[in-house]
């Protein structure tokens, strides 16, 4: 005769107790190793906020992390700079500079991207290599070439070299990502507007582009914060002071000939810096990750 084994609910209860509580173990190391990973991460970034709100001849001074004096001294003296050059001129600049490539971008790439993704003609998939190929190329191969060109014509010390680049379709990133987002829209519109008599330029302005503005949107926020952190090209064709950009701006507080650098201005516009690219990514968040995450690496 076959036994009926019996359980004891409160030892059911004690083990489910104790598997839980393994788990919630676990689960507190898990979060404590994490938030530790997190603090080494930061600490360099919360000791710079922290720099930027104690008086100049403590920062490197006082041993503390907590300042024993608070002062918004840096933030004022960093903004004023020196004489009658003050950061609004710099954001000035580089605003100016960000919105042209932002408008240079989008409607040179856009066009560009329409006619390899939408167009038939002679030679298309050879161009659309060699310009995919132009993606490999280091920056530094094409800087030298570049400069004297442009030196040559007269642009140098102008935000020219910066700027005209980006409407003559530039970026071969944006390019491609616009193709194969324009690549993934219905056919079935286009042969309608044909159909009414549209031209190429109509289907292009009135179905394609409209269609397109999550890689518009991407290719936007990418823009702005390429060309808002771009120092290397902007130190070398901006030679003014007052025509100088934010990154380039921040290189004036340090002395290269090892005298006295201004740190704590420094640190505190480097704080204000980061305005502009944070807000405008979280601005834009939503249609930067519709474009990336939806269609537009299909």
Not at 240 to 245: A, G, I, N
Request: charged share 15%; proline share 5%.
């Amino acid at each position: 005769m076959a036994t009926v084994k019996t359980y004891d609910p409160e030892l059911l209860r004690a083990e489910r107790r104790k598997r839980e509580n393994i788990r919630r173990l676990k689960g507190l190391g898990l979060h404590a190793l994490l938030i530790t990973i997190l603090g080494v991460m930061l600490y360099p970034v919360i000791w710079m906020v922290l720099s930027a709100l104690r008086p100049e001849t403590e920062i490197f001074g006082d041993m503390g992390f907590i300042p024993t004096n608070w002062t918004l001294e840096n933030f004022v003296r960093g903004w004023q700079l020196y004489g009658n050059l003050t950061f609004t001129q710099f954001y000035v600049n580089s605003f100016i500079i960000c919105a042209l490539a932002i408008i240079g971008n989008l409607l040179a790439c856009s066009m560009a991207a329409y006619a390899f993704a939408r167009l038939e003609f002679r030679g298309k998939w050879w161009l659309f290599a060699i310009m995919l190929g132009t993606m490999m190329l280091p920056i530094h191969v094409q800087l030298i070439p570049q400069y004297i060109f442009f030196l040559n014509i007269g642009w140098v010390n102008t935000i020219l070299p910066l700027v005209v680049p980006k409407f003559l379709a530039h970026d071969a990133f944006f390019i491609f990502l616009m193709v194969q987002f324009m690549r993934s829209l219905p056919h079935e519109l286009e042969q309608a507007a044909i159909v009414d008599g549209a031209s190429y330029w109509q289907r292009y302005w009135r179905i394609i582009l409209p269609l397109s503005m999550p890689a518009l949107a991407t290719t936007a926020v990418f823009t702005f914060i390429n060309t808002y952190n771009d120092f290397f090209s902007q130190l070398i064709y901006l030679t003014d002071t007052d025509r100088m950009t934010v990154p380039v701006a921040l290189r004036l507080f340090l002395d290269p000939s090892g005298g006295s650098s201004s740190f704590g201005g420094l640190f505190a516009m480097v704080l204000v810096s980061i305005g502009p690219v944070l807000g405008f990514f979280l601005a834009s968040q939503r249609l930067l990750t519709k474009g990336i995450a939806t269609q537009g690496f299909k």
